[in-house]
């Protein structure tokens, strides 16, 4: 079961590597264009 939530994580950093870096930066110019 463990090998089925790590299966999930690691594709979609391949779909969507910028994901992760888009919600960081996404808040900060929320933020700053506030």
Request: hydrophobic letters at 45%.
């Amino acid at each position: 079961m463990a090998k089925v939530e790590i299966a999930p994580l690691r594709p979609w950093d391949d779909f969507f590597p910028g994901a992760d870096r888009f919600a960081k930066p996404d808040f900060s110019d929320l933020v700053k264009m506030e």
